[in-house]
Each structure stands twice: as structure tokens, then as C-alpha cells.
């Protein structure tokens, strides 16, 4: 008999997890123990194989251990794990955002999506003299204080978008508006738009699930931030090196004043980093008086990752992921008709989420009237056939290269059998 890794795990791990929504707790089970993985597929520690279309939630976009990056990982370890000190690399990889991103003339890189979203919000009060931000309902921007109102991902999965422990002060800045409600907005603007430091926005919702942007909302959000001389910030963690080469904001040809990325910038590496216009940026230390600061920001390791999975995804690699992710698409949605269950199915590019509706999901509020239950049942039905989604109804499923048509083929069977099981035991 293996031991059982939770049941242990829970007597030193808070619920036997680093982060929360690992526990599959809102699906009724155990969480899985990965012992390792390899392109499209991780293996449980009891040997149990799945397609994992969770992809480390957004960084494995080639595939786990893609050769092209343990050997840069290997070949930079041995020179040192960290200095403390700036290297070439950093400088490189930072040449390579900014091809991508040419709206980030300066750049500063981080340990994590949550620091780089942090350390913006304050880059973008010091700048602006201004306090009040602006995020939207069901937006994730990691574990901010300022930013946990009405929050998506974990926090939506959990049943607590709202975190104790944040005291009342450090959110009475915080207005949360709709997503996709560019009235909304629009109206909040008017009133008091000189009081707005700055708005935060995913350019394609992901933490809700994938919504995608109404192209009429992304455009009012840059022409009234301008107007109030507001800072705009796209949040592209998730949406960076994923959706298209230049991340949403070339998808949807508009420039934010302040971009955040993480996730595949490391490369599967604890990785993130902010930028934007360069008046901006160089209000930071060590030439301004915005502090921020990071032990391991720019790591070596990371940073080698990070310039590895840059260097293989070309333009022509959105081309494969965009025809992989239709094809998924279609798949689903036809099994779905011949189960005769109602199914939505949003994707951008190579993420998708799937959600028990009749009609499409445009913000949190429909969000929540999907069916989450069914979504539960659904989760193990794949998973008893191999296939590992998220653990969540409100999370984005990731594609990476390694998942070939073949691959995803059997993944459109095993979606077709668990439709028709969760509609037999209903
Ligand atoms: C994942 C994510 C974050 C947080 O990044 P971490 O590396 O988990 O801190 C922030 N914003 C968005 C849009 C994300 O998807």
C-alpha cells in the first residue's frame, strides 16, 4: 500500500497545500500528488497517468520538462543559483518582452504575478498622486490586500472573495465595478475620474473562467483613463505569451500604460515583472521614490527558464495553439449536443473554460449562476478517465504544444463519455 500523501500532508501543510485551490475541495475529493511530468501528461504517485490541461495553471505552454528548458536550467545552475547581483540574461530576457510588449520601455522583474500586480498599484499611486483604483468583479490579480474585493480564482472557487484579514482601510480604496459594463464605468469615471489613481483589468477575464473582453469595453477603458489622466493597466499574467505573441494587448490593439506578466515569463520558474512607459517606471527606486525591491527578482534559474520558453514561441506557434484550441472547442461542443446538455464553451487562443450554461457568461454575477455542481461531477468523470482539468468551475483550462491532435482527440472522447455519465445519474 502507498501511503496516502493528503491524509500526511495535512498534519504539516495548511489543508495539505501551498495554494488553496490545489486541495479540490469544491470538487469532493482527495487532491492528486504529482510525482512528475512530461509534455501533455503528469503521473500521480501512484503511477496514474493523466493529460493535464491545468499546466501549472498558464506557465507550461510547451509542455512540462521541454528539453530546451531543463537543459538551460541544468547549464545555469551549475554557474550559481543566485548572485544578488545583476547578470546579462536579465538584460536579455528583458529585450525579449519588449519585441513582444513594445509598450514596456522599462521593465522590472519579480518573483511572482502577485508582486508585480502589487508593486504596479504603487508605482501607479505614486505617480499619479492619487489613491482610489478601480478593478473589476471576479478579476484576480493575486493575493494583494488592495485587491482581494470581489476576487476570482481560489478566492471565487472558496466561497471567499472577500479575505479576512484585510482591514476595511486598506480596501475603502478599492472600488470593484462589473466586468464588461462599459456604462458602468463610464458613469464612475464622470463622477470621479480625477480621484482614480489608476484601473486594473485582465484583457481576457481568466479567473472566472475565460470571458472574453468586449472589444467596446477595453477601448473606453483606454479612452477614459486617458481623459482623467487615470493609469491603465492590463494585467497580463495569464494573458501574456498566451493569447497571441504580443499578449491581448496586440490581440485587441490597445496600449496600457502599465503591463504585469508572470506565469510563462518563467517558464514553469517562480517568475514576474511589470513595465510600461518609461516617465513612469523611472519613478522607482534606485531613480525614484516608489520602493520596491526583491531578494530573488531576476534569479538566474528563472531567468533561464523565462528566456528559453520566450525564445521557442514564435509567431507562428499562436498559428498551431489557436487551431488546437478550436479543435478542442468543436469537439466540445459537439459532444455536448449529442449528450443534450447545455454547454458553453469560451476560449481565446489556447485557454478555455467550460461552463453548464444555456448562454454565453459575460461577468462574475453569470458566472455564479452556472451550474457548479454538475461542473463537480464532471471534474471526476474526466478525471477517472485520465483527464485532469481544474478543480474549479471558475478557472481557465491550458493548452500547450505538446498537446497534439492525437492528444486531444482522446480528450474530446473522454469530455463525450463524462457528458453522457452526468447526465445518467442525474
Ligand atoms: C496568476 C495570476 C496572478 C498572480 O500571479 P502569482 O504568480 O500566482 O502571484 C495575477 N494576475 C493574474 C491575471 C493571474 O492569472
Known amino acids: 500500500m502507498m501511503k496516502n500523501c493528503y491524509s500526511e500532508a495535512c498534519e504539516y501543510l495548511v489543508g495539505g497545500v501551498n495554494s488553496p485551490v490545489r486541495a479540490f475541495r469544491a ?64 538584460v536579455e530576457l528583458a529585450q525579449e518582452i519588449r519585441r513582444r510588449f513594445p509598450s514596456m520601455e522599462r521593465i522590472r522583474m519579480t518573483s511572482s504575478g502577485t508582486e508585480a500586480t502589487m508593486s504596479a498599484i504603487r508605482l501607479a499611486r505614486g505617480f499619479t498622486k492619487r489613491e482610489r483604483i478601480i478593478k473589476f468583479e471576479g478579476s484576480y490579480h493575486g493575493h494583494v490586500d488592495s485587491l482581494l474585493v470581489r476576487a476570482g480564482s481560489g478566492a471565487a472557487t472558496l466561497g471567499t472573495p472577500d479575505s479576512a484579514g484585510v482591514p476595511p482601510s486598506f480596501v475603502a480604496t478599492t472600488l470593484s465595478l462589473p466586468y464588461n459594463n462599459a456604462e458602468a464605468f463610464k458613469k464612475v469615471m464622470n463622477e470621479q475620474g480625477e480621484t482614480i489613481a489608476v484601473v486594473i483589468v485582465e484583457p481576457v477575464a481568466g479567473n472566472m473562467g475565460v470571458i472574453p473582453p468586449f472589444l467596446e469595453f477595453l477601448k473606453i477603458l483606454r479612452t477614459e483613463t486617458e481623459r482623467h489622466k487615470t493609469l491603465l493597466i492590463f494585467d497580463e499574467v495569464m494573458t501574456g505569451f498566451r493569447v497571441a505573441w504580443g499578449g491581448a494587448q496586440e490581440l485587441f490593439g490597445i496600449q496600457p500604460d502599465l503591463t504585469c506578466l508572470g506565469k510563462i515569463v518563467g517558464g514553469g520558474l517562480p517568475v514576474g515583472a511589470f513595465g510600461g512607459r518609461k516617465e513612469i517606471m523611472e519613478l522607482l527606486a534606485p531613480l525614484g521614490p516608489v520602493y520596491q525591491a526583491g531578494t530573488l527578482s531576476g534569479n538566474p534559474l528563472a531567468v533561464a527558464a523565462g528566456l528559453a520558453t520566450l525564445q521557442e514561441l514564435r509567431r507562428p506557434t499562436y498559428k498551431i495553439l489557436e487551431k488546437r484550441g478550436a479543435f478542442l472547442q468543436k469537439g466540445i461542443e459537439k ?35 452556472t451550474e457548479t455542481q454538475r461542473f463537480a461531477r464532471f471534474f471526476n468523470a474526466l478525471l477517472d478517465r485520465g483527464v485532469l482539468i481544474p478543480p474549479s468551475a471558475f478557472e481557465a483550462w491550458f493548452l500547450s504544444l505538446a498537446h497534439t491532435e492525437s492528444i486531444l482527440k482522446n480528450v474530446v472522447e473522454a469530455i463525450g463519455e463524462s457528458f453522457q455519465e452526468i447526465t445518467q445519474n442525474l
Open 27 to 90: 470538487m469532493g475529493r482527495e487532491p492528486i500528488f504529482v510525482a512528475r511530468a512530461k509534455g501533455p501528461y503528469v503521473w500521480d504517485t501512484e503511477s496514474r497517468r493523466y493529460i493535464d490541461l491545468i499546466g501549472s495553471w498558464g506557465p507550461m505552454i510547451l509542455g512540462h520538462a521541454h528539453p530546451k528548458i531543463t537543459q538551460a536550467l541544468r547549464k545555469a545552475a551549475e554557474k550559481g543559483t543566485s548572485y544578488g547581483l545583476p547578470t546579462w540574461k536579465e
Open 335 to 369: 459532444k455536448a449536443q449529442e449528450a443534450g446538455i447545455p454547454v458553453i464553451c469560451q476560449r481565446v487562443g489556447s485557454m478555455l473554460t467550460v461552463f453548464f450554461s444555456e448562454k454565453p457568461i459575460h461577468n462574475y454575477e453569470e458566472v455564479q449562476q
